[in-house]
C-alpha cells in the first residue's frame, strides 16, 4: 500500500505561464517539487534537518504524463504521495486536478539520497523515509528511458551559459532551465500550437553557474517527437524524450 | 488622500530565490504586480476587461527600496495602493512586509494606459481608474532617471537572446528577464555578498521574441552602484540604476 498523501492548492499565476497561457513544464515540475518539500517539513525531516544529517534528496528521473495543462489563474490541487523505496530509490508520484476533480497531469519521480561529503549515492535509511509510509520493495522499477540521441540525429544545437539567477537556494540550477534550454530549441509556431504529452526526463550530472551547456535536439515533427541532450562538453547533463500534443 | 489598500500574503518558496536565499528583485517585482493585477480582477476592471475596452497597462518606470529582500520560506504581506494620477500617468505604491510587521521594501510604479489599435499612450479615463480612488492631479512627478549610460563607460557587454518561455501569458518578455539581463553581467562574488538597496528602472520599448539584447554594464563596486542599459540594436529598451548593500 503506497504512503501517505499530501495535498496543497495552487492558483496558477501569469508569470508561470508561457504566450499559450498554459503553464510551463519547468513551473509545473517546480510546483510539484515545492508540494513534496512542504510534506517532508510537516512529517518533520525537513531539506534544512536532512542537511543537517548529511543528506539531500536528489531526483533522478521524472515522467510526466499531461492530459491537458492548466491556463493562467486556474485554481489546481496538487497532491503528492510516496510509493515504494528499495535499496538506493524512492519512487513518489504526484497528481495534478483540476476544480472539477479530474486528473490533468501526473508525474513519477525517482528520487536518490546523496551523501554530501562523500558526494555519492547513500544506500536508504529507514529514519528518512519511515515518515512517508511508502512500501519497502527489493524491485528496481523498470522505468522507459529516453533514448541516446545519435551525434548525426541532433540536427538542432543551441548554447545557453548558466546565469547567476538560474541557481535556487537549493544550490543547483533551477528545474526551469533545463526545460527551457530543451524547449527553446523547437519552432516557435510548433510550440505555440502543441503542448507536451509526455516529457521522459533523465538527470545525470549537474551542470554549474558560468558553464556553456549544448542543447541537442532530434526534432520529428511529423511523429510529435523531440528528444533532447543537454550536455556540458562531453558531459551528459540531462536526457529527454518528448511526446506532443495538438493544443486544442 | 491616496486610493484603496489591497493586501496579499505570500510564502517565499526556494524557486523564487537565488544562491544567496534571498527574492529574486525580478520575482519581487512580478510577485508585486500580481498582487495589483488581482486588486484590479476584485474592483472590476481586469485585465480581461481593460483588454475588451482596447486597452491595456504598461509599466514605464519602477522604484524599488530595498531595507532587507525576504528569504526562502519566509512570510510576507503585499500591500498596494493607488496613490495619484494625472492625464497620462498613474502612480502606484507597493509594500512589502515581514511578519514582524516592518517594511522592508517599498516601491514607487508609473503606470501608463496603452490604446492597442493605436499602440500609443492613451489618455488616462475615469471609468478605469475611478474604482482605485486615487487622487487626480494636474502634477507630473518628477522622479529620478537613471543615468545616460556613456559608451565609454560601459566595460561590460552580454548579449542575450530572447527566449520562447520568456514571454509570459500577457504577450510581454517577463519582468524576470530583464533584471536577469542586467544583473547576470555583474560578478558572481559580488552578487553573493550583497544585495539591491534601490534599484530604479525605467521602460522604454518592448524587447520581441527571437531578439538579441545587449547588456550594457557600468560598475562602481567602490561606490556600490551599477548602471544598466537593454538594447536591441540602436534602441534602448530599458535603462536603470542600481544602489547595492553589503548582506548581513
Request: charged fraction near 30%; aromatic fraction near 10%; glycine fraction near 4%.
Amino acid at each position: 500500500m503506497p504512503g501517505k498523501k499530501y495535498t496543497e492548492e495552487h492558483k496558477v499565476v501569469y508569470f508561470e505561464t508561457n504566450v499559450t497561457g498554459r503553464l510551463n513544464i519547468g513551473n509545473l515540475v517546480d510546483l510539484c517539487m515545492l508540494v513534496s518539500t512542504d510534506q517532508s517539513s510537516k512529517l518533520g525531516i525537513s531539506t534544512e534537518k536532512l542537511d543537517l544529517m548529511g543528506y539531500g534528496w536528489i531526483v533522478s528521473q521524472n515522467i510526466i504524463d499531461v492530459k491537458r495543462l492548466p491556463v493562467d489563474h486556474e485554481k489546481i490541487k496538487i497532491t503528492t504521495q510516496a510509493e515504494s523505496y528499495n535499496r538506493y530509490f524512492c519512487y513518489r508520484d504526484f497528481m495534478m486536478e483540476d476544480e472539477q476533480g479530474e486528473e490533468i497531469v501526473k508525474m513519477h519521480t525517482v528520487f536518490c539520497l546523496m551523501d554530501k561529503e562523500k558526494r555519492k549515492i547513500a544506500r536508504i535509511k529507514d529514519e528518512i523515509v519511515g515518515p512517508y509510509e511508502g512500501d519497502y520493495t527489493t524491485k528496481v522499477e523498470r522505468l522507459a528511458v529516453p533514448p541516446v540521441l545519435k551525434p548525426e540525429e541532433a540536427e538542432i544545437t543551441k548554447k545557453y551559459r548558466v546565469r547567476f539567477m538560474d541557481i535556487d537556494s537549493n544550490q543547483h540550477v533551477n528545474n526551469i532551465h533545463y526545460f527551457d534550454w530543451m524547449l527553446d530549441t523547437l519552432p516557435e509556431e510548433f510550440l505555440r500550437t502543441h503542448e507536451v504529452k509526455q516529457f521522459n526526463i533523465v538527470y545525470k550530472n549537474e551542470v554549474r553557474s558560468g558553464e556553456v551547456v549544448d542543447s541537442l535536439t532530434h526534432f520529428d515533427e511529423e511523429r510529435l517527437e523531440s528528444i533532447h541532450e543537454i550536455r556540458v562538453g562531453d558531459k551528459v547533463s540531462c536526457t529527454a524524450k518528448v511526446e506532443w500534443q495538438e493544443l486544442k
